[in-house]
């Protein structure tokens, strides 16, 4: 009977371990994930509230190429899902030899040149239509017009988006989440702070939109120096 009770029992406690083990793992893993939603839900909020202050005209072309923006996000953010998905299994071995650490950083890059690629591609089509053809949007000349100068912030922005999503996948790939949740925390603050302080000095929205490419530059510079460094240029290295 003690041993039929043994039995049953250590199973129980196995299964217990597996909870506490994959609840701490989410909870390491879910604040950072957090920070970068709400640091990006906080710029795009601020960017809207800041062009609502303007005239509806410049409003309207405002949320017509944030729409634009919006749509063309998934064909770049899907780079972050990519790497999720198949570089695990490489970055683990990775650790074992030079040249699993040597194919794992291939892996990265071929990632990152079809992210940006496809970043660039969606962003230049995208442009084209505020920039040729607003009037799919509104038969409103003078928001027509207003759209003109938005056209390239947006393609910029766009552009950016694709090296920043394979960098974001890279790095949560490689834990490292404490990095990711400090620079969207702090983005969460700055670049909201920035754009408060555009209304204040009544800017226009293609000032707007260059606050938000200068954004976009400096998340995409931080980030893959992040990967490069975190890289070990192809020597077995881990993230702590």
């Known amino acids: 009977k003690k041993g039929m009770l043994g039995a049953k029992i250590a199973p129980s406690a196995e299964q217990e371990a597996a909870k506490k083990e994959m609840f701490g793992k989410f909870f390491a893993f879910a604040p950072p994930v957090l920070l970068v939603v709400i640091g990006k839900m906080a710029t795009f909020g601020f960017m809207t509230h800041v062009a609502a202050a303007k005239d509806p005209i410049q409003l309207a072309a405002h949320q017509v190429?944030?729409?634009?923006?919006?749509?063309?996000?998934?064909?770049?953010?899907?780079?972050?899902?990519?790497?999720?998905?198949?570089?695990?299994?490489?970055?683990e071995k990775r650790e074992t030899s030079q040249e699993w650490a040597l194919v794992a950083r291939?892996?990265?890059?071929?990632?990152?040149?079809?992210?940006?690629?496809m970043g660039v591609a969606v962003a230049a089509l995208g442009a084209l239509i505020p920039r040729f053809a607003g009037s799919l949007f509104t038969q409103d000349l003078?928001?027509?017009?207003?759209?003109?100068?938005?056209?390239?912030?947006?393609?910029l922005a766009g552009a950016f988006h694709g090296f920043i999503c394979s960098a974001e996948g890279v790095l949560l790939v490689r834990r490292d989440l404490g990095f990711l949740g400090k620079i969207y925390a702090a983005s969460a603050i700055i670049m909201p702070a920035v754009l408060l302080q555009l209304k204040r000095r009544a800017a226009p929205v293609p000032e707007i939109w260059t606050a938000f490419v200068?954004?976009?530059?400096?998340?995409a510079l931080i980030l893959n120096l992040r990967v490069r460094l975190s890289d070990g240029g192809g020597a077995p290295a881990k993230v702590v």
């Open 65 to 91: 190429c944030l729409s634009l923006f919006f749509f063309l996000a998934p064909f770049t953010e899907v780079s972050s899902q990519t790497a999720q998905s198949f570089l695990p299994t490489f970055e």
């Open 106 to 117: 291939r892996l990265v890059n071929r990632l990152q040149l079809l992210a940006v690629g």
């Open 142 to 155: 003078s928001v027509v017009a207003a759209m003109k100068p938005l056209a390239m912030p947006l393609f």
């Open 214 to 219: 200068w954004f976009q530059a400096i998340r």
